[in-house]
Every structure is written in C-alpha cells, then in structure tokens.
C-alpha cells in the first residue's frame, strides 16, 4: 500500500509547557526555560519533547526535576532534527520502490519502479549568479525503462526510519519512583533578538519628550505563550557568532504605551536586564514592540558643527565633507540621561528618531541617529544631518616648509548664516604632531591634544572669518 506525502504535513507535539521563563539577548538568541509535567515510571525509560525551538543549540540543553532532585538522573540526551521533508523522504528512499504518476495529453500514467538517483536540493550561488542543481532524479520502472528527471507525482509506500516531524529532544532517564514531576527544561536558541527604538519630539524652550520601545523578533521556529520576559542589554562574549534567525514573514504588532506596563531594571553582573511586568505572548515569526519607557521635559542642546578634518585621510571624504572647500555644518542634538533631567534609566543600544511639530501642528522627522548601550547620568549626542542656511568655506592661504620636519600654514575659515535668525556655529579645526598656533584672529577651546574648539556666533545674515597659522612639527 503506497501513501501519498503532500508539502503540508502536520507537525506532531508531546505536550505543551505549563510555564515559560524568555531571556532574550540583543546577540540573536534567547535563553528559554520551561516548566512541564512529565508522567514517569521507576526505573530506566525515555522522555521526548517535541515542541521545541527548530532552532535549538544542541549542547546548551538542560532538564532536571523540580519534584525531586535526588531522585532523577540523566543517563544520555538526545537532540534529534532529521525533519521529514520531501528531499528527505527521497534521499531516503533511493534502491527502494516507488510509485510515479504523470499526466500525458489528459491521460494519467502509473509507472512502478525502483528509485536509483534522487534529486539534490538547489545549491545558492554564494555570489548571487547563477544558481546550480546537483544531479537528478533516476527511476528504474519494473518493465525496464529508465525515466530521467520526471516530473509528476511521486508515492512511497513508508515514511524511511529515522525521520520526524518535528526537531526533538530525548532523553534516557533513571528515576527511583514512578508519578508525576515538575520537570524544567533549559536551552539556548537562535532566532531571537531585541533591540531598542527611541523617538525623540523636540517642543518649544529646548525641552523634549523621549518614548522609548522595545522591538522584539521571534524567528527561532517556536511560540512562547503567556511568557515571563526578560531582556538582557550588555555585550554578552559569545565563542561563535550567532545569526539573527530565519528571515521573511513576519508581522508587526504595536502595542499602545501604557504607563502602568514598564520594565522593571536591574543591574546583573557587568550588564543590565529589564523584566516586564507582565506576561506576554511571543508567536514564531513575529515582531513585536512593548513600551520601554517615557520621559517629559528633557532639556537638550542644538550644536552645529563644522569639523572638516575629522577622520580626514582615514577615509575617502563624501561632498560636503571635505577638509577644504565648502562645508556644511553638523547638526546636532545632546541631552543628558539623568534623573534631574527626567530620565536616568540605562538606554540599551538602539536607534533614535526625532521629530518636531511644524506650524499646522504636524510632526515631522528630523534624522536618526543610533546609540550604543548608555548608562544613567551620561550625555547622549545624536547626529541628525546638515544644516541648510549655514555655510562654511575652509581654505589654506598659505604653506611654509620650515624645516625637514616642520612647517607653517595659514587656514581661512569663513562662517555665513543665511537665516532670519541668529545661531552659534562650533568649529573644530584637527592638526597632529607637535603644533603650535601662532597668529589667529579669535579665541578658541583646546578640546583635546588634536582639536581646537572656535564658537562662532552669528547674527542673521552675518558672515565671520577664522584666520590662524599653525606651525607644524614631528
């Protein structure tokens, strides 16, 4: 009796768990610990579970009994992934009979035969070129034809040994006492990963309100229902890089902020790890956002800067970057994360968009920046774009060999404002090896042993210059 095997099979579970506990780590993976009940029988037996993580570290798995300890040993465990597919069941069936069925001008063909050669799956150009398929399928039919690479229906009688439905772990267990015992069960996964989004809205008198999100992505190929989360923010040393999960498929859910559902923080090692206060629900191939937090009234800092050299030679510079010519200046936004400041949380590593209401009342995006992990009481700067209505142009007037290790230059920077409205331009000029100004026409700020700090402040329509001369040594 041959049985068909169509692409949609039914997965098959041992049992579901009764509690779990997600620790998720902004890495790709998540640590995942559940409760479950487990009928056992004194002696030596095996224990499966089915409805585990497809994407499930093999060695990072751990069960041990809750009723009693003392009385449950692990004698092996077993991680079982051979799934049943349809190039699984082929490569399996090869020298044995099969069942083939092809339609010819509205007639169907039954063809019984022994399968010698099964089809190798696609294999990916890594190059993204061409794409190649490795063999082909052969078919011995009873009456002696060879059929090459048929395409129709295929029937086996049996699924092969071996095969399962769904990824599976098992064990073989000693226990002194048979019943029932709460049994936990621990592992690492692939697929999870969480990072942090931040929306910053400027308002009016320099003050901002900040929400913060937590974006969660579940494709580890399970579902952790009425979970207890936990997300874990720190850079976690791994000994091999792990991936972000299978891609594709996903649906976004956002859940509105509610001032009642936070994460409550707490430091945890050299890291920090935030619990939600309630029990939320993480479906496979999902992404889903949770309010993190919210703060009102910070107060920030517009900077523009003009820093021509920064990074100069380290890297072909973009337009508008360049160490001469015309130059437009940096816009950006600083504040601090402080409790005086409405705010003094630990900021996991994410992405900060800012916004601000126009005339009508509209918000618009103003750029984005990101952070990296940011404790309480430090100040956070955030790169946004460009000015549009400040100009700067940066020239070299003049270059003085004066020795065969040293020389002078003179520089020109000249600062326009195209706006109704007066600003404050930072302009940071970088030299290295032993320099030493000489001349210059106004003030500035020694940032550091390569950076000078010039704040230019311009009434609007007003354009200044910058002049100095530089001596050179190394």
Same mark, same amino acid.
């Given at each position: 009796m041959y049985t068909a095997f169509l692409i949609g099979l039914a997965l098959q579970s041992a049992g579901s768990a009764n509690s779990h506990e997600i620790t998720v780590y902004n890495q790709g993976f998540g640590l995942v610990k559940e409760t479950r009940q487990i009928d056992l029988k004194p002696g030596r037996q095996t224990v499966e579970i089915k409805d585990v993580a497809e994407q499930i570290e093999p060695t990072s798995? %751990?069960?041990?009994?809750?009723?009693?300890?003392?009385?449950?040993?692990?004698?092996? @465990?077993?991680?079982?992934?051979?799934?049943?597919?349809? @190039?699984?069941?082929? !490569?399996?069936?090869?020298?044995?009979?099969? &069942?083939?069925?092809?339609?010819? !001008?509205?007639?169907?063909?039954?063809?019984?035969?022994?399968?010698?050669?099964?089809?190798?799956?696609?294999?990916?150009?890594?190059?993204?070129?061409? !794409?190649?398929?490795? !063999?082909?399928?052969?078919? &011995?039919?009873?009456?002696g034809r060879i059929l090459l690479n048929p395409s129709g229906e295929m029937e086996v009688s049996t699924v092969p040994d071996?095969?399962?439905?769904?990824?599976?772990?098992?064990?073989?267990?000693?226990? $002194?006492? %048979?019943?029932?015992q709460n049994v936990e069960l621990s592992y690492l996964t692939k697929g999870l990963n969480w990072n942090a989004d931040y929306v910053l809205t400027l308002g009016d008198k320099s003050m901002a309100d900040l929400q913060g999100w937590v974006t969660i992505n579940n494709q580890s190929g399970a579902t952790y229902k009425?979970? $207890?989360?936990?997300?874990?923010?720190?850079?976690?040393?791994?000994?091999?890089?792990?991936?972000?999960?299978?891609?594709g498929g996903g649906r976004m859910e956002m859940k509105s902020a509610?001032?009642?559902?936070?994460?409550?923080?707490?430091?945890?090692?050299?890291?920090?790890?935030?619990?939600?206060?309630?029990?939320?629900t993480l479906n496979n191939r999902e992404t889903k956002q949770i309010s993190?937090?919210?703060?009102?009234?910070?107060?920030?800092?517009? $900077?523009?800067?003009?820093?021509?050299?920064?990074?100069?030679?380290?890297?072909?510079?973009?337009?508008?970057?360049?160490?001469?010519?015309?130059?437009?200046?940096?816009?950006?936004?600083?504040?601090?994360?402080?409790?005086?400041?409405?705010?003094?949380?630990?900021?996991? $590593?994410?992405?900060?968009?800012?916004? @601000?209401?126009?005339?009508?009342?509209?918000? @618009?995006?103003? %750029?984005?920046d990101a952070i990296d992990h940011t404790p309480k009481d430090e100040t956070i700067s955030l790169a946004i774009g460009r000015s549009f209505d400040i100009v700067g142009t940066r020239r070299r007037m003049n270059y003085k060999r004066l020795s065969s290790n040293s020389f002078q230059e003179t520089f020109e920077i000249s600062v326009r404002n195209r706006k109704d409205?007066?600003?404050?331009?930072?302009?940071?000029? &970088?030299?290295?090896g032993d320099w030493r100004v000489v001349q210059k026409n106004m003030e500035f700020t020694k940032l550091d042993s390569n950076t000078m700090d010039f704040v230019v402040q311009l009434k609007a329509g007003e354009e200044k210059k910058i002049d100095y001369t530089v001596n050179t040594t190394w």
């Open positions: 798995v %751990g069960i041990k009994s809750l009723t009693s300890p003392n009385d449950f040993s692990v004698l092996e @465990q077993n991680y079982q992934y051979d799934l049943i597919s349809i @190039q699984a069941i082929l !490569n399996k069936s090869v020298g044995k009979k099969i &069942r083939f069925i092809r339609h010819w !001008n509205n007639e169907k063909e039954v063809v019984e035969g022994t399968l010698i050669s099964a089809p190798y799956a696609v294999v990916a150009d890594p190059n993204g070129y061409n !794409n190649q398929t490795y !063999n082909g399928m052969v078919i &011995r039919t009873d009456d071996g095969l399962i439905s769904v990824p599976t772990l098992l064990w073989d267990l000693q226990t $002194k006492s %048979g019943g029932t009425d979970s $207890k989360l936990k997300l874990l923010a720190g850079d976690v040393r791994r000994l091999q890089p792990e991936g972000y999960g299978r891609g509610d001032a009642a559902v936070q994460f409550a923080q707490e430091n945890l090692f050299e890291y920090h790890l935030y619990t939600l206060q309630r029990p939320a993190l937090l919210e703060g009102n009234g910070i107060k920030f800092e517009k $900077k523009l800067i003009i820093d021509s050299m920064r990074d100069f030679g380290m890297y072909y510079p973009s337009e508008g970057e360049v160490g001469t010519g015309d130059l437009k200046p940096l816009v950006q936004i600083q504040f601090v994360n402080s409790k005086e400041n409405n705010l003094g949380m630990p900021l996991p $590593k994410g992405t900060i968009k800012v916004y @601000q209401r126009d005339s009508s009342g509209s918000v @618009q995006m103003l %750029g984005e409205v007066g600003d404050t331009v930072h302009v940071y000029e &970088r030299h290295y």
